[in-house]
């Protein structure tokens, strides 16, 4: 397994890249550690593919991702700062749209499939710790991060870093898994709730948010929350009271998504599911993904 890009204390490491070329970060810092399991979990290289098809409701969730932040996203051009970008498959999309990206994330893999774009600049870096000044971007994307935080003190210092980041009125847009996602993926969808230590890992999950599902090969370490824990978690770091929406509805649940997906009448149907429940207070709950979008007041 390859070892985390972030610097550690006394060590120096190269880990910015800069648009088509390799750019070295001379800084020295201590930063929080990378849970090794989930590092491990996505060194194997699936992030690339998981909204694009290698996850059956990955399509429907991108697509109303986008949609939600276009719903709130000024015109460019804009200062955009992507906590936890993964393969950059965000940051491509908004830089063709004409808005300058600053990509980070903690997985070397990551940043080296991200900066093959050549068109953003990616660099390693932790949600808790940001190598950026104060005030210097116009508009935030968590959309990672909090659900790979299992301690409430570090999903904090990620969200002060990211009110630290933005300027006044910067807009924050962080997604989050629902705390009933996995009971209801693995029992309607995956039928794989009977399988070994599956019922003890999302009981412990339904009933803490903490979801170890790198004990029995399930996803990897998570966070699962209720849509009233992330909109205090959000205000309690400074933001403005967030909206919250649920970003797929019960499209995910469906057991032959691939097929509906393909069929532009069945794909539409999804879609407008999707938007039909959004802000449904009761259909938060049972969300997969939610996505809080608020400023920095």
Sequence with gaps: MATSCLPRLGVREPCRYGPGRRLHDTRWRAVPELDPAIQAFYERGSEAARLTGGFPSGPLELERTRELILRFLPEP????????????????WLVELGYG?????????????????????????????????????????LLGPLYHLLDPSDRRLALQEARRALRPGGLLFAAAIARFAALL????????????????????????????????????????????????????AGFAAPSVFNIEG???????????????????ALLDAARLVESDPGMLAAASHLLAVTHRP
């Design 101 to 141: 990206i600053h990509l980070i994330d903690p997985v070397p893999l990551h940043i080296d499939q991200a900066a093959a774009d050549g068109r953003f600049n990616a660099e390693c870096g932790d949600a808790r710790d940001l190598p950026v000044d104060d005030g210097t971007y116009d508009v935030l994307l």
């Design 185 to 236: 993926d693995m029992l309607v969808r995956l039928d794989t709730l009977h399988a070994q230590g599956a019922m003890a890992a999302v009981t412990h999950a339904v009933r803490t948010g903490e979801f170890h599902g790198a004990h029995h090969g399930m996803f990897t370490n998570a966070y699962f929350h209720l849509p009233g824990e992330l909109q205090t978690e959000i205000t309690d």
């Design 250 to 268: 019960p499209g995910f649940l469906v057991p032959d998504f691939e097929q509906r997906w393909a069929d532009p009448a069945r794909r539409q």
């Design 77 to 92: 051009p804009l200062r955009v700062l992507d906590v936890g970008g993964g393969t950059g498959i965000h940051a491509s």
